[in-house]
């Protein structure tokens, strides 16, 4: 009887152990889904300008659209150590209008020139969709072809102020239309 209550316990010891092993192992080493990385690596804030060629009139008309930012604050979950970027981009074929309420759709390409926290600049080149719009406010969707991030997708919505109210936008239709707006935005990597 005495045997037996030893091993009892001898075993309620090693099992104790075990268990205490792997709550320690369990607790000291992330599990996989702890270790991977977000989804989304680099977060962007984004403004500048908004540039139309002809010019947004009355009447529908396919738009060459090209986006011109300046230096935006970005959020890095890459490790690679992005403080802020700067997008540029141009769309052919979009069709807008004054009175149309928005963009159409609309496929180009892009540079993001980031600026890392030591001050150095390095790239990405990606290709881009204009997927929809609701009213000033367009989706914008694509990958990093080339670069930094290179294979990564790229999303993103660009507000342009171009409709402040329909007779700001065709106030300028006897001259050529509108021929710029600025835009606010985001976009992220990953």
């Not at 320690?24 to 977000?38: D, E, N, R």
């Not at 141009?90 to 980031?114: A, Y």
Request: with cysteine; charged share 10%.
């Amino acid at each position: 009887m005495n045997s037996l209550a030893t091993l009892r316990r001898r075993s309620s010891h090693a099992v104790l152990a075990v268990t205490a092993g792997a709550v320690a192992i369990t607790m000291g080493t992330p599990t996989a889904a702890q270790a991977a990385a977000p989804n989304v690596l680099v977060a962007c804030t984004a403004a500048g300008q908004t540039n139309f060629a002809p010019g947004v009139q009355v009447f529908p008309l396919a738009q060459r659209v090209t986006y011109q930012g300046q230096d935006s604050s970005c959020e890095d979950n890459s490790g690679v150590g992005v403080a802020s970027a700067t997008i540029s981009a141009g769309f052919h074929g979009v069709i807008i209008s004054c009175l149309g309420g928005g963009f159409g759709t609309g496929i180009g390409s892009g540079t993001i020139e980031w600026t890392l926290r030591n001050g150095e600049k390095i790239s990405s080149q990606i290709n881009l969709e204009i997927d929809n719009t609701v009213l000033n406010t367009a989706s914008v969707s694509g990958h990093v072809l080339q670069g930094a991030f290179q294979g990564e997708a790229f999303g993103g919505t660009f507000t342009t102020e171009l409709f402040n109210g329909a007779s700001k936008c065709t106030a300028g239709a006897p001259f050529g239309g509108v021929k710029n707006a600025a835009f606010t935005g985001q976009f992220s990597i990953g």
